[in-house]
Nanobody, 116 residues
Framework: QVQLVESGGGLVEPGGSLRLSCAASGFIFTRYFMNWYRQAPGKERELVAS????????LYADSVKGRFTISRDNVKNTVYLQMNSLKPEDTAVYYC?????????WGQGTHVTVSS
């Protein structure tokens, strides 16, 4: 049974930091690209960051470059998103995604609210 379980979301003030985690199980983790998406209220889901199988390649949305860092631990089957210098516009539900076409798995999401 495939599972992606996100954690680490919450309420943080502007300028603060959060670290999201996504624990994966039920599939061969090292064969999958891992991605973080987010969806803000009233907006479409967007790709935030992506990391290749062995972490050799990383991709970031322009809006988070220099502030967010994606990483993975292929022993713990976990992907992380370190979010620094958070802004109110980063408020969204953040989703973990595992891709190896045609497989496409999603977590349930974790809420991040950036507000003073």
């Amino acid at each position: 049974q495939v599972q992606l379980v996100e954690s680490g979301g919450g309420l943080v003030e502007p300028g603060g930091s959060l670290r999201l985690s996504c624990a994966a199980s039920g599939f061969i983790f090292t064969r999958y690209f891992m991605n973080w998406y987010r969806q803000a209220p009233g907006k479409e889901r967007e790709l935030v960051a992506s990391i290749s199988h062995l972490a050799l390649h990383k991709l970031y949305a322009d809006s988070v470059k220099g502030r967010f860092t994606i990483s993975r631990d292929n022993v713990k089957n976990t992907v992380y998103l370190q979010m620094n210098s958070l802004k109110p516009e980063d408020t969204a539900v953040y989703y973990c995604n595992a891709q190896n076409t045609p497989d496409d798995y999603w977590g349930q999401g974790t809420h991040v609210t950036v507000s003073s």
